[in-house]
């Protein structure tokens, strides 16, 4: 079946660090892809999007772009910071049932 | 701003107990989703509802049922709960079925612990 794949955490990092967190999607057609944040404490919430491929989307600094090619959506960020910290959730749209990775954790250090 | 309003954060209940989520949201969104997130499992879709009345099973439905009587309201019921449901149960609402790119809106979550 359908699936999304991405990369286990933890991650730690150091502040001001390059962030790569990697996901990949198996899918018939061409949903929507998703990544989500969890910050401690709380429920998911929208980080950025992209509806078709070759999209970019960004929020906050981070930005994914949909690769259709490598069906790839690996969220990126120049410059992490504490506040950062957080579990991302990599997801693809389908309908009803919006399929999510398992999550990974970013731990960032001052 | 969509919100997702969970009405407990913290519950502690006995094993066998009749235990109710509530969840209300005021966007006026058709679907409306129950997940439970465990560490290193991610979310799992417990139910949906995709309108007043109507639900489906999602991944993991055993031990669970859900009630929709009103738009805003989706209410999760643990029949008689056992220890094995001790977990972090989501809420969430989006835009109707059809289009795969509606966000999913989610609350902030309820932490249950079934002893």
């Known amino acids: 079946g359908d699936s999304v794949t991405q990369m286990e955490g933890p991650v730690t990092l150091s502040e001001e660090a390059f962030l790569t967190i990697n996901c990949t999607y198996t899918a018939t057609g061409y949903p929507s892809l998703f990544w989500y944040v969890q910050y401690p404490g709380e429920g998911l919430q929208l980080l950025l999007k992209a509806t078709k491929a070759d999209d970019k989307g960004s929020n906050k600094g981070f930005e994914a772009t949909y690769r259709k090619e490598t069906t790839s959506f690996h969220l990126e960020k120049g410059s992490v910071q504490v506040s950062d910290s957080a579990v991302y959730f990599c997801?693809?749209?389908?309908?009803?049932?919006?399929?999510f990775g398992a999550g990974t954790r970013l731990f960032v250090k001052a | 701003d969509v919100k997702v309003t969970q009405s407990s954060r913290y519950l502690v209940k006995r094993t066998g107990e009749k235990v109710f989520l509530e969840c209300v949201q005021d966007?006026?969104?058709?679907?409306m989703f129950w997940y439970r997130q465990d560490p290193g499992l991610g979310l799992r879709l417990i139910y949906f509802s995709y309108d007043v009345k109507m639900k489906e099973k999602g991944d993991i439905p055993e031990g669970y049922s859900v009630s929709r009587e009103k738009k805003e309201r989706f209410s999760l019921i643990l029949e008689s709960a056992s220890t094995n449901q001790t977990s972090m149960y989501l809420c969430?609402?989006?835009?109707?079925?059809?289009?795969?790119?509606?966000?999913?809106?989610f609350g902030e979550g309820s932490w249950l612990t079934v002893v």
């Open positions: 997801a693809r749209g389908g309908g009803f049932k919006t399929i």
């Open positions: 966007m006026d969104h058709e679907n």
């Open positions: 969430a609402s989006s835009l109707s079925q059809g289009d795969s790119g509606n966000t999913i809106y």
